[in-house]
Nanobody, 119 residues
């Protein structure tokens, strides 16, 4: 059974930093891609960043490129999203998701963690 558990959200002032964690279990890590998504109130869920577990190859949305960094710790089966220079428009519920590399849709989702950036 696949489980994704996010943590690390909270309230931070603009310009500050947060690090989100996604603890994963039950995955076939060697063939998995992990993604971070976010959903602000009244808006659609948007892609933020992704990493291929095996290679460490990463990708980012233009809105976060240069400010956010996705990384994985294979020993802890955890993916991190380091968020720097946060802006009020980064306020959202952040979700971790996983899928098999090559599949179009993400199959597994965490419960989400709230990030609020005050101006």
């Amino acid at each position: 059974q696949v489980q994704l558990v996010e943590s690390g959200g909270g309230l931070v002032q603009a310009g500050g930093s947060l690090r989100l964690s996604c603890a994963a279990s039950g995955l076939t890590f060697s063939t998995s891609r992990i993604g971070w998504f976010r959903q602000a109130p009244g808006k659609e869920r948007d892609f933020v960043a992704t990493i291929i577990w095996r290679s460490g190859s990463t990708g980012y949305a233009n809105s976060v490129k240069g400010r956010f960094t996705i990384a994985r710790d294979s020993a802890k089966n955890t993916v991190y999203l380091q968020m720097n220079s946060l802006k009020p428009e980064d306020t959202a519920v952040y979700y971790c998701a996983a899928k098999t590399v090559g599949r179009r849709e993400y199959d597994y989702w965490g419960q989400g963690t709230q990030v609020t950036v005050s101006s």
